[in-house]
């Protein structure tokens, strides 16, 4: 099999699985009914188009660099009376960066691969207000994904990195596999994007926090260790004994 890598980054994102009205939240981790619309709007899918050959691909996300969630304060009115507002407050991942996959056949992988390059509507992160930054597409891999999640470079930016430690653990989220163990479920696998009756179900998903080991050479964070190493050798107070000694000798 194939997989096709992308880049998830940019100033905001916003993947919701299930939330509605006032509160829309964000997941942690990119959904695969987000992702999936992605490649739909850059193929020019319309809203009530089938996205059956979509469906069928396998989806996982690895996590580079987590983020922070960042709540926003959201009023509209409505058209008609321009005195009643909506209140609701949206959530956000902000200064996050992601790797995800999509595993497939070849030919489906370069037609989302070249679409995505040159996208019929627009590209966004999970929400219109979230354009993702470049690059997006990081190729097509010759191999299955996990693989390839476990082979890419870690995407994280050289300011994070220097406040990692020297050793860091990359957290990969997955389809799971039929009757495996240890799952637990999205309500984020779509049916359809229709504008009038969008539909998800469930589907089972796999989290491996300890999936990747990085060797982090651009750390500059201390371990508890090296903070006393760096005390006891910055300062020996038996040092200015002995010269007082000395002193008093001479």
Known sequence: MHTLLLRLAGPLQSWGSGSKFDSRLTERTPTKSGVLSLAAAALGYKRDDPIDKLQRLKFAARVDQPGKIIKDFHTAHTSRDKRLSFISDRYYLSDAIFLAGLEGPRELLNT???????????????????????????????????????????????????????????????????????????????????????QHVFRNVISDVRAVEIKNELSRAYTGSEVFDAIATKHDPFDELEADYVSVQD
């Open 112 to 198: 989302i691969e070249k679409a995505l390059q040159n996208p019929v509507f627009p590209t966004f992160l999970g929400r219109r207000s979230c354009p993702p930054s470049v690059p997006l597409v990081l190729g097509i891999r010759e191999q299955p994904l996990m693989a390839a999640l476990l082979n890419a470079p870690w995407e994280a930016s050289e300011r994070y990195r220097r406040n990692q430690p020297k050793g860091v653990w990359l957290e990969i989220v997955r389809d799971a596999e039929p009757g495996e163990p240890g799952v637990f479920e999205m309500r984020d696998f779509p049916i359809t994007f229709s504008q009038s009756h969008r």
